[in-house]
């Protein structure tokens, strides 16, 4: 339970966590909570649906998995940090964005991140000077895949979330959109170049099945990279 950026999200206050997802209008991104995460908002026709889809048999209970999930330990009304928050990073590896000279940094020592995924079902960005994480995002389409990893945390199989590799792709000459491919689903998101800290969300297809595995998962096939150098914005 030590090193890197995992130890430093472990010691990080999880209230001062920036968590967005995909509840908005559209898809567009939102804070990750209760408030957001809605019936409405699946699609579903009420709060009970959400329940049974989150694994949780209350809205109390529901508040307390997203907490969990954000860092809290389970029961403790947001006073007691998890000792680890970070996901096993299993198939996916960190992908460095170069954002350029922004943010005080210039073209010769460019605002480097790193993005990676986690089973835990989080996209995290992380910036490269100080390991801090800026942001993570969890797919509403991931739903199932909270309960089924606290459930886990005692051993038994694997629970995939984000588990294959971002991959950079530069959609225009403002943007660079990295596309992460889960297991079981697909889904994007873009960040604008100067604009690291605020994501957008881009697509989304297939909502997956979470699967449970205790061999090798199987995941699809890599998106194609753009032309442009990977992770670099032009």
């Given at each position: 339970?030590?090193?890197g950026?995992?130890?430093?999200?472990?010691?990080?206050?999880p209230?001062?966590?920036?968590?967005?997802?995909?509840?908005?209008?559209?898809?567009?991104?939102?804070a990750?909570?209760?408030?957001?995460?809605?019936?409405?908002?699946?699609?579903?026709?009420?709060?009970?649906a959400?329940?049974?889809?989150?694994?949780?048999?209350?809205?109390?209970?529901?508040?307390?998995?997203?907490?969990?999930?954000?860092?809290?330990?389970?029961?403790?009304?947001?006073?007691?940090?998890?000792?680890?928050?970070?996901?096993?990073?299993?198939h996916?590896?960190?992908?460095?964005l170069?954002?350029?000279?922004?943010?005080?940094?210039?073209q010769?020592?460019?605002?480097?991140r790193l993005?990676?995924?986690?089973?835990?079902?989080?996209?995290?960005?992380f910036d490269?000077?100080?390991?801090g994480e800026?942001?993570?995002?969890?797919?509403?389409?991931?739903?199932p895949?909270?309960?089924?990893?606290?459930?886990?945390?005692?051993?038994?199989?694997?629970?995939?979330?984000?588990?294959?590799?971002p991959?950079?792709?530069?959609?225009?000459?403002?943007?660079t959109?990295?596309?992460?491919?889960?297991?079981?689903?697909?889904?994007g998101?873009?960040?604008?170049?100067?604009?690291?800290e605020r994501?957008?969300?881009h697509?989304?297809?297939?909502?997956?099945?979470?699967?449970?595995c205790?061999?090798?998962?199987?995941?699809?096939?890599?998106?194609?990279?753009?032309?442009?150098?990977?992770?670099?914005?032009?």
């Amino acid at each position: 339970d030590q090193g890197g950026a995992g130890e430093l999200l472990a010691a990080r206050d999880p209230s001062t966590r920036t968590i967005y997802t995909n509840t908005g209008t559209a898809g567009a991104l939102e804070a990750f909570n209760a408030t957001n995460i809605t019936y409405d908002a699946f699609g579903l026709a009420d709060a009970a649906a959400l329940h049974s889809l989150f694994g949780v048999a209350s809205q109390t209970a529901l508040a307390a998995l997203l907490a969990w999930a954000r860092g809290w330990e389970d029961g403790s009304a947001a006073t007691t940090n998890r000792t680890w928050i970070l996901g096993d990073i299993l198939h996916s590896r960190p992908l460095p964005l170069n954002y350029g000279a922004i943010n005080g940094h210039t073209q010769a020592e460019p605002d480097l991140r790193l993005a990676v995924g986690t089973n835990a079902g989080f996209l995290h960005l992380f910036d490269n000077t100080d390991g801090g994480e800026d942001w993570a995002f969890f797919p509403k389409e991931l739903a199932p895949v909270l309960k089924q990893r606290r459930d886990d945390l005692g051993g038994g199989d694997n629970v995939y979330g984000v588990d294959a590799p971002p991959v950079p792709t530069a959609t225009t000459a403002t943007t660079t959109a990295t596309s992460m491919r889960p297991t079981g689903t697909r889904c994007g998101f873009t960040s604008a170049c100067g604009a690291a800290e605020r994501p957008t969300t881009h697509w989304t297809s297939r909502t997956p099945t979470p699967r449970r595995c205790s061999g090798r998962s199987t995941r699809p096939p890599p998106a194609s990279a753009s032309s442009a150098s990977p992770g670099q914005c032009p």
